[in-house]
């Protein structure tokens, strides 16, 4: 081991001092600080081999080279700290420098979706009934012909059934022409009381016109209980019209259903002329049997329409293919 001389060490402290001071000076990065920081002042760092040197230095000299090691260690600390500081005020600079938002950059358009019409006036149908204390129920779009007729009071020769020109598929099956067929599937699945709406999509061969379409849209009512009689039925249906057409006179017209009697039609006087919206009318008790219901207990009421016709006088619609044709400029308007 060489002899280390006071002077020596005093040598080695003030260069070692003057390295470390540039070495700090040039830093620029927060993980180089630590590495310079553990290099100098570390356990086994350059001071610390500098001070091995003390151990041959005699008991006089030792103090002075004790304070002097010190402040080299202090203004190191001291310069390593200001130095930690300002590194990391500048890191979070250049952090809020690369989030900066320019408020003038142009934004990207994104085109807002919107409820197609025809589900717009399904919503507000539902919410109505809702709000009675109904609630929503579905079938299927393909029937039986036992769903969609023969439970309804509609035998395979009854004459009504060419009011309803229909969908049959090669299996015999057939696509449903109202929704009236939900009447039986929920019926058959639930115990009265009953009170549901159920709208959904019909098929009809009908020729495509400004009023007519092969796919089209129903909603059907259904309520069954103990006693209900026609003026529920009448005072429902006021109360439905109400909220969807305003305070406008309407009236009921005796009419014909297989499943319901008595049947009746009804118009709204709508911007001075009458304009029938919906067929309705007591369960036919036959319906009622069909679902295994006793018609000396029970007794209901149903009515059924079309949203498109719906929606084409509440929204001033001329043509019924407008719904279908995803034409943007008509949509965007609802
Ligand atoms: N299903 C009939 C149609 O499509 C509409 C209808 C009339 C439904 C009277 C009913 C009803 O529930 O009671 O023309």
């Excluded at 500081?85 to 990207?108: F, H, K």
């Excluded at 919503?123 to 007729?149: P, S």
């Excluded at 400004?210 to 009512?221: D, G, P, R, S, W």
């Excluded at 499943?259 to 319906?287: H, I, R």
Aim: glycine residues 8%.
């Amino acid at each position: 081991m060489t002899t280390s001389s006071l002077s020596q060490i005093e040598t080695e402290l003030a260069a070692l001092k003057t390295t470390a001071l540039e070495s700090i000076a040039n830093l620029s990065d927060l993980e180089s600080l630590e590495q310079v920081r553990i290099n100098y002042l570390g356990k086994k760092g350059q001071l610390s081999v500098v001070l091995r040197g003390m151990g041959q230095l005699g008991a006089d000299d030792r103090p002075r080279i004790g304070a002097l090691a010190n402040e080299v260690k202090e203004s190191l600390q001291t310069l390593l700290d200001d130095k930690k500081s300002q590194l990391q005020a500048a890191l979070i600079q250049s952090q809020l420098a690369a989030e900066t938002l320019d408020v003038t950059m142009p934004g990207i358009y994104r085109p807002q979706g919107r409820v197609h019409p025809l589900t717009g006036m399904i919503d507000r149908v539902i919410d109505i009934f809702v709000g009675l204390g109904y609630t929503v129920a579905d079938g299927t779009e393909m029937e039986t012909d036992y769903y969609n007729f023969e439970a309804l009071n509609t035998p395979p020769d009854h004459p009504a059934r060419d009011m309803q020109d229909t969908f049959y598929l090669p299996d015999g099956n057939l696509l449903r022409t109202h929704t009236s067929a939900v009447q039986i599937r929920y019926m058959e699945e639930n115990d009265p009381p009953i009170r549901v709406v159920a709208p959904g999509r019909c098929y009809r061969r009908d020729t495509v016109d400004a009023t007519h379409a092969a796919v089209f849209h129903q909603i059907e009512l259904l309520a069954v209980d103990e006693g209900l009689t026609f003026t529920d039925l009448k005072g429902t249906i006021k109360e439905f019209l109400r909220e969807m057409f305003g305070d406008l006179p309407i009236r009921f017209r005796t009419s014909y259903f297989p499943f319901t009697e008595p049947s009746a039609e009804v118009d709204v006087q709508w911007q001075g002329k009458w304009l029938e919206v919906l067929g309705c009318g007591m369960v036919d008790p036959n319906v009622l049997k069909s679902v295994g219901y006793d018609p000396e207990i029970y007794t209901g009421f149903a009515a059924g329409f079309g949203v498109e016709r719906f929606a084409m006088v509440l929204h001033q619609i001329d043509d019924i293919r407008r719904f279908y044709n995803s034409d943007l400029r008509f949509l965007r308007q609802f």
